[in-house]
């Protein structure tokens, strides 16, 4: 296992019974032929994809391509030497996920969970992604330590709270309001102009000293796919631009361009 995560830059991972995992949608795993109850084992690992990068008008986590299209074509490379090296069935699986992902990667040792209900790892604080292989070998096969952790919150300190939009203002999540279909009422409108995002937030991951201590210590993600392709400033004329397979491969698309649109004109009228 070692190897293989290596081989992918992959350097947070842990081997959890599936039994310690909360399994709140069964259905999910049995979509792909294996029935839940065969489930042994849970890999959990981590998908960092924090890079240093200038001011910008989308969140952080969807200035680079889709994890979910990183994910999947990880998965085919490695489910394959899974199964070669330990036999029976290995699942992969990204945000549609069968488990509760922060509780089980806590439990895994792998971070904190945090006010925002966020995982912090220690060394790349909030930016990252969860992910997990669900699998019919024994956890003890794939190096369980027979030790289940505890779930580990953070320090409680409140910055996150302090921070958000949403407390502040007496809103609702900003990041959802910015994902949000429709015209906007006045009141919506000021609030996304007086945050000036586009798409998401990052304002409680900014504020925690868990991830204020990653960004200080200038630690960027090893994966070259958040490296690529990259856009901080989301604009019409880039919006415009894009074909539909490259539109599809954002972050920001499942909602389709009209939010984007009609965001980027609350804020900037006929600008651009």
């Known amino acids: 296992m070692k190897t293989i995560f290596e081989n992918e830059k992959i350097e947070c991972y842990g081997v959890l019974p599936f039994s310690a995992c909360k399994c709140r949608r069964p259905d999910i795993i049995e979509r792909k032929g294996v029935r839940a109850e065969e489930i042994r084992s849970a890999i959990l690992f981590l998908v960092p994809y924090y890079i240093k990068d200038e001011s910008g008008n989308i969140s952080l986590y969807a200035r680079s391509g889709d994890y979910h299209f990183y994910c999947d074509a990880l998965f085919e490379r490695i489910l394959p030497l899974f199964e070669e090296k ?9 945000d549609k996920s069968p488990i509760e992902e922060n509780i089980a990667a806590s439990k895994a040792g792998l ?5 925002n209900y966020m995982l912090m790892n220690e060394k790349y604080g909030s930016f990252v992604f969860i992910a997990e292989i669900l699998s019919t070998v024994s956890a003890e096969t794939l190096g369980f330590s027979g030790e289940i952790g505890e779930i580990s919150a953070c320090m409680h300190c409140g910055a996150c709270k302090k921070a958000c939009p949403m407390v502040i203002d ?7 309001l910015t994902q949000k279909k429709g015209k ?15 798409w998401g937030c990052d304002l409680c991951q900014l504020a925690c000293p868990l991830t204020k201590k990653a960004i200080a210590a200038d630690i960027e993600t090893p994966l070259d796919f958040f490296r690529e392709n990259r856009i901080s400033t989301l604009t019409v004329e880039k919006l415009n631009a894009m074909s539909d397979e490259e539109f599809k ?3 920001f698309s499942w909602r389709g361009k009209a939010p984007l649109l009609r965001n980027l004109e609350i804020l900037y009228g006929n600008k651009e």
Do not use: N
């Not at 906007?184 to 586009?198: H, W």
């Open 184 to 198: 906007f009422t006045e009141r919506e409108e000021a609030y996304l102009r007086k945050y000036g995002s586009v």
């Open 170 to 176: 007496g809103m609702e999540c900003l990041s959802a």
């Open 86 to 94: 330990y036999g029976g069935r290995f699942l992969g699986f990204a």
């Open 111 to 115: 971070g904190v969970v945090g006010d």
């Open 249 to 251: 491969k954002r972050a």
